[in-house]
């Protein structure tokens, strides 16, 4: 059993203290101290267990020993930079080359997916000479400058924001909630041709288009899975205006959507992105991330004669941390499990969805599920008090999951690789219990199919559940942190 250095309140005074307020923890108003973690269990500092449903960080498991060892040893022989030849560098290149296309084979190592996705808006610029960004709404790249730019999860959030006049946000391929739904008899063009259109007004006001960016999934947008063909009628737009494409596998790569190694090929052999950035789940923990493009744009790069370089990216210590992630997902078959259990746990949230109107849609490939709470099914209105209730409780059961989307009404699974069968039997189990007990409170029975719009629970949402900012009316309106009597009153 791990210790504590400070007693809970302590640490939390002593956080308030010295970190910046606006790093926020998960539920705020009574945080989880962990103390240590295994496989998919988190433990606070009572060793109490906690079933993890939302760390795709710790992608192959918490402390998996052989990731911690790759580490230890070649820590204790030679870290340095990438300026000195070393085998790691090279045979990790190698090996995280071999699961893409042949056309992706140049890789720039670097410490975080924000770092990867800086980079590649640099590589799309360079090469084509042009300037401007299409991104997605509720899209969320990372947390520098350049990025909160091309992030509308983020900068929307800003009361004076001003969107840069080079970046261009186009519709979310969300064919539950978007514009064009699932009864459209083609979403994939008219999402795309939305695209297109932007592409013709910016070339109209004297722009030229870089780069179209991605999240080949999107996560923070709420879960979203884009229609197939979306990405190849995008790209073809996008390339034809002297653009190029690239995917974020920031948080769906490795592996996690079960069928395939990387989320892009969900959308088909025929469709190759230009540049594909990855991070998170590349190092189990570790602080590493990878941007990997095609010859053509690296040596576009290269040509404004500025050379790269990055300190810590790609040194011996990462590779080596990186390589044994490879190993454990072939070794323990990670990538069959996240589709053997993902499809199980999708199937037991669908029977859900049969059970409680508050359900309004169930998503995901793999170990990547969406499930997305509604007020009332025709209309489509998001149940955003009442995700945070569920977040909450589960929470109180010892199982950790977290809400988002641009209402934070879509409860998000995405947890480590090793995920069970009875891991996924045990959060549904709950959920079910949790969702019987709010409709009960709602008054939607199992016969209901809607609920007013004015119905909703009493306890109030937090301006930052989950560490985020939640809008409680999808407007930007947020109300007072739940206090313990709040989220007592729910409960029948």
Not at 156 to 178: I, T
């Amino acid at each position: 059993m791990a210790t504590e250095l400070f007693e809970k309140q302590k640490t939390i005074d002593l956080r308030k203290k010295h970190i910046g307020p606006s790093c926020k923890v998960f539920f705020s108003h009574d945080p989880i101290k962990i103390v240590r973690a295994r496989g998919q269990y988190m433990y606070n500092e009572k060793d109490e267990k906690y079933l993890d449903c939302i760390n795709n960080v710790a992608h192959v498991g918490h402390s998996h020993p052989a990731v911690v060892s790759a580490g230890f040893k070649q820590m204790e022989l030679l870290n340095t930079n990438s300026r000195f030849l070393h085998d790691n560098l090279v045979q990790y290149a190698q090996r995280l080359q071999a699961t893409l296309p042949d056309k992706l084979s140049v890789c720039y190592f670097v410490n975080s997916g924000s770092e990867a996705n800086d980079l590649a808006l640099r590589l799309a610029r360079q090469y084509t000479g042009h300037k401007d960004i299409i991104t997605l709404d509720n899209a969320y790249h990372g947390h520098v400058s350049s990025l909160i730019e091309i992030s509308p999860y983020k900068y929307k959030q800003l009361a004076d924001k001003e969107q840069n006049p080079h970046v261009h946000v186009a519709l979310s391929p969300d064919v539950y909630r978007g514009k064009y739904r699932e009864d459209h008899s083609d979403p994939a063009t008219a999402y795309a041709d939305n695209v297109k259109d932007i592409i013709d007004k910016a070339h109209g006001n004297g722009h030229k288009i870089a780069a179209f960016i991605a999240e080949s999934l999107q996560s923070c947008g709420g879960q979203v899975i884009p229609p197939a063909g979306y990405f190849q009628k995008v790209a073809q737009h996008v390339r034809k205006a002297g653009g190029i494409f690239i995917a974020d596998e920031v948080q769906v790569g490795f592996g996690r959507v079960g069928t395939h190694f990387w989320a892009f090929q969900l959308q088909g052999d025929d469709f190759v992105p230009d540049i594909v950035t990855m991070g998170k789940p590349i190092g189990n923990g570790h602080p590493m991330s990878c941007v990997v493009t095609t010859r053509e744009v690296a040596e576009g790069f290269t040509s404004s004669g500025m050379e790269y370089f990055n300190t810590f990216g790609g040194n011996p210590v990462s590779c080596a941390i990186g390589m044994a992630v490879l190993d454990v997902i072939e070794q323990e078959n990670l990538q069959s499990n996240a589709l053997d259990v993902g499809t199980y746990l999708t199937e037991l949230l669908e029977q859900q969805k049969g059970k409680h109107p508050l359900v309004g849609d169930i998503r995901g490939r793999g170990l990547f599920v969406g499930v997305e709470l509604v007020k009332d099914r025709a209309k489509r209105t998001p149940a955003t008090a009442e995700a945070q209730d569920v977040i909450y409780r589960l929470k109180e059961q010892r199982i950790l999951l977290s809400a988002d989307g641009p209402h934070r009404n879509v409860l998000k699974f995405k947890p480590p690789m090793c995920f069970s069968k009875e891991d996924a039997e045990l959060a549904v189990e709950k959920i079910d219990q949790i969702l019987t007990e709010l409709e009960t409170v709602l008054g939607m029975g199992l016969s209901s199919t809607a609920v007013s719009e004015n119905g909703s629970s009493k306890r109030k949402v937090s301006s930052e559940e989950n560490g985020h900012h939640a809008h409680a009316n999808g407007k930007g309106h947020y109300s007072q942190p739940p206090t313990a009597k709040s989220s007592k009153r729910i409960r029948t």
